[in-house]
């Protein structure tokens, strides 16, 4: 074996270079190598949990034998780089590049604006690339010319696995549509390509062109030669044994003596969830064993290897060809396949093992679905031992003590039954945040039963009924529910006794999220499974039975009359969308829907983020620690002893601050935050410390290890609440100036009221940004004591104070440097300074580059996010809807500095402000507690207080039993009462669009019609509801200071700089087209061409100061304004030499005129500061959305079937990046509204902070059908050349599908009614934010199937 151990260099190929590695660390995955020792920067760092896909590239392995590549996408922050010898691997700047010229997947995101930030795009693109390459290889029929073998529905879900939190994913589906054969390209979207009017032929001939035929070469030559060979052990402590034998001597050798810890490796994809900060002496590779890789299946059964890819498992389970396994075999592997395909996300699946996922689930109690699937098919397993070989059940496994590592599971073996004489059921259940994957399930549970029929009634003869990943360590059968019915007759009777059973056996452990939630699921899914086959759907289950052996569930479910319970939910994701834009060209090029800057260079990953800025020599890297208590003294730091955090340089804290320098971390308007805790930590995730180490790894290592010690005598308990807050006085002051004004007088409105609610509540959580760059920076010691900081941030300018500040230096002494961010949605805004300072102090002391790159766990916990608040309020309505008086009482959790905070309580209301409430009064504090600092999010304030006002109409509407759309009608502003609440803004007759708006979506969404039948829908369907809301929203945004700089270059090139950061919102495309238009005043015919000659270039704060932040939605079209400034300028001085040059030579060109303005020494660059003036600061945006949704009250889902959006976006400077920003900031609000749980525990500490536990929305949870139409409101002399702002306002819009969740839901309630088992009212009842499954089942009744059967069984005793 040592013979065969001792070959090979570890050889590898990235994008057709060849890497031979002479060592390495074997537990440096492929991301760290990538990232750290080649220049493809393109996978980047989104997570490290498998959970984003950021960095997700194609793998493509040779197989000498059958001459063969096979080619699959992985996600490269899990995989271990010394699985990858002999192996290519294909990152995206490798399918294309600037030099080399691009893709033609990445043109047509570019073309279809599927990049904003551009984060994730490469790996979107890599994702997608995988599919491509696969289904070319498949054998379908060749594709007309420019497409691929893929269908529409394959593209979709090739990316379904992939997070973006900019786009809201459409524009991506739509540009990978582009390449399916079965698409019709009349259903794409918004793209630069096609004009209107354009045929399908020419719109096919526009596209980018793609060769299917032209093989992209994903394994090169050269390698083919290096693909067989084994690591040389001697080199590299990883080992390959290729036969049982070999790894069971491998297990009894030096490998696992004298203490030496190894571990067994499939696809390593386990570290996502258990991180791993241990690291091992050995490796040892299952996937070499053939006998671990087998797969096959007969009338017998199927049986797995151990290292089985997931993938592979189910491309097997589907293939028809297979040999026929009869109809029970048939049905198990249908189920299966169905079931297995919604685990994780492909780029998991495909390095994923069987034998991996049993193992976790076995010794780490991993929630597992395959653990269950095969609980439920009384599957068994073949383990070798130390003592040897074994076999034995999977349950038995279940239940012993978790393996012991030197134990190795080889395989296991699923049964099929055969009795003639029995009829055999086989049924799998999943309920999770996201219908189609990457999200674990609430419970899983896997049904097998046999029946025969008893006169026209179902006899059970045996049933299994196993459950996992519900809150206990294993999964389980119901062996008492089964006992039970064992012998029994299927009848309602029986049935209900088995779900009171079932709900007692099946019990989530103590501190599993949502218990009864899941405890329902559990009765749900036995009621789904076996109500379809009792006494009351006898004569068609009895039917079914006599000709059918093996049968489904769901084909007598949706055979019987009422189609009560289907199983197979719908998994569609987009199945259409539609833009419109109007688009003006009175300041072309401003107006036109360009491409966003960049976008194709960022999908092939070749943009340049922080983190790919390469390290300078000696650098070093930070990590932070932080509290995890929420009050106490903080005696000292310990770190672990640990061979990964070998190379920990030093642990910088506030003792570090030089003389001269402040305890400050972040600044704005407001208070001042510290950097470090000092002694005392006051809030849980407060920073206590940086570790800097040599690697990132190392830094991260050793900040999670680190042990804190802490004291909390005589310490005060910590402020967690609003309540404990307003107990102890603890607020933030509002200055007075920024306090809003109450409008009328809320007692006479009281008084005019007909009826009254008083003292109703909301709250609302917080929300975290998930942007998928995290916090980072790098700083650089420069001569005299001076420092460059390169920062993701949206605010330079502050981060420079407050960096100058901490280091105790003049400002002139810092230069912070911010190209591009990787999505900030505010949380780069106060919350990323502290990142820079501390960056910056590490630096400054050890007098070394330090950079930071905050892992995402880490991020989550100490940023902070949306304020919650408490909200109490009393409201006065006429009997016809009209509402007269509203008083609020807020409290806003701020958490512990002032950030933003003061300027929340004017947001909420100015938001809140949309309806015509009479008289507003209010009282909003801002409480200061021991949680982590809450800042600006997205519309920070806006969508909470347009949400309440919804929330209150809902109210309203339930006590007057009215439509709630008639009572919002009621209340919406007319003019007068629009300039009455909103008395600073004076809004013209002409520019209030909001009841234009209004009309028009209910006549462009049937919004009637469609009423009418989501009535008709509720009144046919048990087990499924609808609902469907209309929402406006009124939206104040303010311009603020903005600098500019445009130079032009001998060349006549032109580099424009501006006070905003390209964040993903479009704002360096804007800018350059504005650059175009002004700078062509000169002559407008050369306006067009001007734009590629325009570069916008990164942030520096000794560039162009007073840079201001970038924020509140505006700073796009004020950095637009600036540049016009200086383009007037330069218009200016160059005006009369082009009519100089003109009248010589009869015409005169732009290089002309810039070389001849050079020879005259023609300032060629000019400053300017754009302020807007007072009457203009402020001007309101409007908008609205139809929502329409379906919830399945078994489980609580919501899918969204369609949304409508019209927004007013003025006269749009870019309506394709304004359309980017609507939908983007629709989508995100919908992760709000419906998905995204912030939570924490009992010390305030963040414990939703994993890809595992916060879901953003995916592609399969934004809605079916996306009509997004953006309206051009005109000419308005006030606003930046007629624009208005998009970023944060269709944010609001998003509660749309909220409310019709709520009405979904009301409908539910309406249908217990009618059985009369409704505890409570049909219509009051408050569907908390954010309406996740549990949240929605509970509103629909927990108990919905029990009082179901209860009402059945009343009718029959009747
Ligand atoms: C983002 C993400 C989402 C996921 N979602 C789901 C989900 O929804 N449902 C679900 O069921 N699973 C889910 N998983 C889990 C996934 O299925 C497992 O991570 C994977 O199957 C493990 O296989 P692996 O080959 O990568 O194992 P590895 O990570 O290589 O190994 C895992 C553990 O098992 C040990 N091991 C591996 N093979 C053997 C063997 N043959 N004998 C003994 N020990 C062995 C290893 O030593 C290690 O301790 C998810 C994983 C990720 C990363
Ligand atoms: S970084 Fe690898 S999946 Fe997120
Ligand atoms: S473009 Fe997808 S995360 Fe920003």
């Keep these: 074996m040592e013979e065969r151990q001792k070959k090979g260099s570890l050889v590898f190929a990235v994008n057709g270079e060849r890497f031979e590695l002479p060592c390495i660390d074997p537990s440096t995955t492929l991301l760290q190598f990538l990232r750290s020792g080649t220049c493809f920067k393109s996978p980047k760092l989104g997570c490290g949990e498998g959970g984003c896909g950021a960095c997700v590239v194609l793998v493509s392995k040779y197989d000498s034998k059958l001459k063969k590549v096979e080619d699959f996408s992985v996600s490269s922050c899990l995989t271990l780089l010394c699985s990858l010898n002999g192996c290519s691997i294909t990152t995206s700047e490798g399918l294309g590049n600037t030099r080399d010229g691009f893709h033609s997947i990445h043109e047509r995101f570019a073309g279809f604006h599927a990049s904003q930030c551009g984060f994730c795009t490469p790996g979107m693109c890599m994702s997608f690339f995988s599919a491509l390459v696969n289904a070319e290889k498949g054998n379908k029929p060749d594709p007309p010319p420019g497409f691929s073998k893929l269908t529409s529905s394959e593209a979709e879900k090739a990316i379904a696995g992939n997070l973006c939190r900019c786009t809201g994913y459409r524009p991506i589906a739509d540009a990978c549509k582009t390449f399916a ?97 241990q690291r091992y002496d050995h490796y040892v590779d299952l996937r070499y064993i053939p006998e671990l890789s087998i797969i096959k299946s007969d009338q017998t059964g199927i049986e797995v290897g151990a290292t089985v890819t997931i993938s592979k498992l189910i491309s097997f389970l589907k293939d028809e060809n297979k040999v026929d396994l009869g109809s029970y075999g048939k049905l198990v592997s249908q189920k299966l396949a169905y079931h297995i395909e919604k685990i994780a996300t492909p780029f998991v699946r495909n390095s994923a093992s069987v034998g991996g996922n049993l193992v976790m689930a076995q010794k780490n109690g991993f929630p597992s679905d395959i653990a269950t699937l095969f609980l439920g098919l009384c599957a068994s397993v073949s383990l070798m031992t130390s003592h040897g070989l074994e076999k034995l059940t999977w349950e038995e496994l279940l239940w012993r003590p978790p393996l012991e590592s030197r134990t190795v599971l080889l395989s296991v073996s699923v049964p099929f039954k055969k009795d003639l004489n029995s009829k055999f059921l086989f049924e799998t259940y999943r309920a999770a945040p996201r219908p189609h994957g990457n999200a674990l399930a609430y419970v899983n549970a896997a049904f097998q039963a046999d029946v025969s029929l008893c006169q026209n009634d179902v006899l059970i003869n045996n049933i299994k009924l196993a459950f996992g990943a519900y809150g206990t360590k294993h999964a389980t059968r119901a062996k008492k529910v089964e006992e039970y019915l064992t012998g029994k007759i299927l009848n309602v009777h029986v049935l209900y006794e088995a779900l009171k059973l079932v709900k007692l056996e099946v019990v989530p452990e103590d501190g599993t999220l949502h218990p009864e939630y899941r405890s329902s699921l559990v009765v749900c899914y036995v009621f789904e ?53 109007e688009s003006s060209t009175e300041y072309c090029p401003v107006g036109k829907p360009m491409k966003k800057v960049g976008a194709a260079m960022q999908a092939a990953g070749e943009a340049v983020y922080v983190d790919d800025i390469p390290s300078p020599p000696n650098c070093l890297h930070g990590a932070f620690i932080y509290s995890t208590k929420p009050l106490a003294a903080v005696k000292g730091i310990q770190l672990e002893s640990n061979q990964l955090t070998e190379g920990v340089a030093d642990i910088i804290t506030y003792k570090d601050i030089p003389s001269g320098g402040a305890n400050v971390g972040a600044m704005l308007l407001f208070g001042p935050e510290p950097l470090f805790a000092d002694d005392l930590a006051r809030c849980a995730g407060e920073r206590i410390a940086v570790v800097v180490a040599d690697s990132q790894r190392s830094a991260d290592v050793a900040a999670r290890t680190a042990l804190l010690e802490y004291d909390t005598a005589n310490i005060d308990s910590p402020i967690l609440t609003v309540e404990e807050a307003v107990e102890k006085s603890s607020f933030i002051q509002i200055p007075p100036f920024l306090y809003p004004k109450q409008v009328g007088n809320f007692s006479e409105g009281m008084a005019e009221a007909d009826h009254k609610i008083l003292s109703a509540e909301i709250r609302l959580g917080s929300e975290y940004y998930f942007y998928m760059e995290t916090q980072a920076a790098l700083a650089i010691p420069d001569e005299d004591n001076c420092m460059v900081v390169y920062t993701s941030s949206q605010c330079p300018e502050n981060a420079h104070q407050v960096i100058a500040s901490c280091l105790g230096v003049p400002q002139h002494n810092i230069r912070v440097i911010t190209r591009r961010v990787g999505g900030g949605f505010g949380g780069k805004a106060v919350r990323a300074m502290p990142v820079s300072t501390a960056c910056a102090l590490a630096a400054y002391k050890l007098r070394r580059p330090v950079r930071i790159y905050v892992n995402r766990n880490a991020d989550m916990i100490m940023t902070g996010g949306r304020h919650p608040m408490k909200v109490t309020y009393s409201v006065g309505f006429k009997s016809s809807g009209k509402i007269t008086a509203l008083h609020l009482d807020i409290l806003i959790n701020a958490g512990i500095s002032e950030d933003i905070s003061p300027i929340l309580p004017s947001n909420v209301i100015k938001a809140l402000k949309k309806y015509d409430w009479g008289a507003l009064s209010f009282d909003v504090k801002v409480c200061k507690t021991n949680l982590t600092s809450k800042s600006a999010m997205r519309a920070p304030g806006e969508v909470q207080g347009s949400y309440i006002a919804e929330a209150i ?15 919002r009608n009621k209340n919406v502003h007319t003019i007068e009462s629009l300039n009455f609440f909103y008395d600073n803004i004076v809004t013209e007759v002409g520019e209030y669009t909001l009841p234009s708006i209004m009309e028009k979506l209910a006549a462009s ?37 903005t600098p500019g700089k445009v130079s032009i270059l001998q060349d006549g090139s032109i580099v424009v700089e501006v006070g905003g950061i390209e964040i993903g919102q479009g704002l360096w495309t804007k800018v350059k087209q504005m650059t175009a238009y002004a700078l062509g005043l000169i002559e407008s015919s050369w306006a067009e061409d001007l734009v590629e000659k325009v570069r916008v270039v990164q942030a520096d704060t000794l560039s162009v100061v007073q840079g201001g932040f970038t924020a509140g939605s505006t700073t796009s079209e004020s950095s637009c304004e600036a540049v016009r400034l200086c383009c007037n300028v330069l218009v200016e001085r160059l005006t009369p030499l082009k009519k100089q040059l003109q009248e010589q030579n009869g015409s005169v060109d732009w290089p002309t005129l810039i070389r001849q303005a050079q020879m005259q020494s023609v300032n060629l660059a000019a400053n ?42 003025g006269q749009s400077l870019n309506p394709a990046v304004d359309m980017g920003q609507i939908e983007g900031a629709f989508v995100q609000g919908i992760g709000f509204f419906m998905h995204e749980e912030y939570l924490t525990n009992e010390d305030g500490l963040m414990v939703s902070n994993s890809t595992w536990a916060y879901k953003i929305p995916t592609i399969d949870t934004i809605p079916q059908n996306f009509n997004v139409h953006v309206v051009n409101s005109g000419h308005h002399e006030k606003r930046i050349l007629s624009s208005k702002a998009s970023g944060e306002p269709p944010l609001l819009l998003a509660a749309s599908v909220h409310c019709a969740t709520r009405a979904a839901v009301k409908a539910a309630r309406e249908q217990l009614k009618l059985w009369g088992k409704l505890d409570g009212s049909v219509s009051e009842f408050y569907l908390e934010v954010p309406a996740v499954l549990p949240v929605v089942k509970t509103q629909c009744g927990l108990n919905y199937v029990e009082k179901f059967l209860e009402s059945l069984l009343a009718q029959k005793s009747n």
């Design 1005 to 1041: 969404s049937s919004f009637s019609q469609r009423s009418k039948m989501v009535e008709q829908f509720n009144q046919k369907n048990t087990w499924k509801k609808r609902g469907i809301s209309r929402v406006p929203i009124v939206y104040e945004a303010m311009q603020r200071p």
């Design 529 to 581: 499974f076996l109500y379809p086959f009792t006494d009351v759907h006898s004569a068609i289950s009895g039917g079914l039975l006599a000709g059918i052996n093996d049968i489904s569930v769901e084909k007598v479910s949706s055979s019987s009359k009422d189609g009560c319970i289907s199983q197979e939910r719908k998994q569609t994701l987009l199945s259409s969308a539609k833009q419109v834009v």
């Design 1168 to 1209: 300017s500061y754009y302020v807007p003036e007072s009457g203009s600061m402020s001007y309101l945006n409007f908008g609205a959305a139809v929502s329409e949704v379906e919830i399945d009250i078994l489980t609580g889902q919501t899918t969204i079937l369609q949304s409508d959006l019209i927004y007013d976006c």
């Design 953 to 967: 109409m809902e109210h309203v509407s339930s006590l007057l039993s009215m439509e709630v759309d008639c009572v």
């Design 181 to 277: 054969a079965d698409i019709d390209i009349e259903d794409l979207g918004f793209n630069s390509f096609w004009k209107k009017g354009d045929s399908k032929e020419l719109k096919v001939s526009k596209l980018p062109p793609y060769y299917p035929t032209k093989n992209f070469c994903t394994y090169p030559e050269f390698l083919k030669s290096e693909s067989a060979t084994n690591l040389d052990s001697s080199k590299y402590p990883w080992y390959s044994p290729v036969s049982i034998e070999e790894l069971r001597s491998l297990l009894n050798s030096y490998v696992t003596e004298n203490g030496a810890s190894f571990k067994l490796v499939v696809g390593n994809t386990g570290t996502g969830y258990y991180k791993e900060t």
